[in-house]
């Protein structure tokens, strides 16, 4: 599975629009790439998939370059709610039996 | 949709005892549903894959005498902690991939278990 790296923490303030931006220099041609927000003692949450381009979901967008080799979760005008861990993960579950591997997250610190 | 329950949410449980975690999705089947285990500040740390109708895989390092995974059903997988000692003490997650949602896995809410 190829390795993701992220920032360890993020602060931002309420209204403000947040990228976190994940390195996947290794990435395979088969490979989705999954983000994931989670909350003290809550499981994780998905937010959004995407494969190249540009997704956007009702909560979130992902923008993924021409090469791959990183993306950016983009969460527009978060609130004081939006302060969580947020994993960024890479890997082909097209057969739906490897698991998900996590890194470190990135801790994203909303203020008022 | 995709919904994974988990039961109990917490539980507290004397050392030498066993202790049955419960992960079953709600709303859709899954072949393969995983374990992993959280401690505080830390990142998630898979223990074992487990497959419908089959044996569970183990990660690297973990047990699988103490930690027995039975997946009896498309939708129910069970984690029992045997012989439950204070380092056990834990978060423990499951997950479970739904091919009719979407490429992924969804996670349940998690089960906290501390050992006295």
């Known amino acids: 599975l190829a390795k993701t790296t992220q920032p360890i923490s993020m602060d931002s303030y309420e209204g403000q629009e947040v990228n976190i931006t994940c390195s996947h220099n290794?990435?395979?041609?088969?490979?989705?790439i999954t983000w994931y927000q989670q909350f003290p003692s809550q499981g994780p949450r998905f937010i959004i998939q995407g494969y190249k381009t540009k997704v956007t979901n009702e909560v979130a967008s992902l923008f993924i370059p021409a090469d791959r080799k990183s993306s950016t979760l983009s969460l527009p005008r978060v609130s004081l709610s939006d302060t969580a861990v947020y994993y960024c993960?890479?890997?082909?579950w097209g057969t739906g039996r490897r698991a998900l591997t996590f890194g470190s997250g990135t801790r994203l610190q909303v203020q008022p | 949709g995709a919904v994974v329950s988990q039961h109990p949410s917490r539980v507290i449980c004397k050392s030498g005892t066993s202790v049955k975690i419960e992960c079953r999705s709600l709303d859709f089947q899954a072949t393969t549903m995983f374990w992993y285990r959280q401690f505080p500040k830390q990142s998630l740390m898979l223990m074992a894959t487990s497959n419908e109708g089959s044996k569970a895989t183990y990660e690297q390092g973990v047990e699988k005498d103490k930690f027995l995974i039975n997946h009896a059903s498309l939708t129910l997988s069970t984690l029992t902690v045997t012989s439950a000692h204070p380092e056990d003490s834990s978060f423990y997650i499951c997950?479970?991939?739904?091919?009719?949602?979407?490429?992924?896995?969804?996670f349940g809410p998690g089960t906290r278990l501390l050992v006295l």
């Open positions: 993960l890479v890997g082909d």
């Open positions: 997950s479970a991939r739904s091919v009719a949602v979407q490429e992924t896995q969804y």
């Open positions: 290794n990435i395979a041609t088969n490979d989705y």
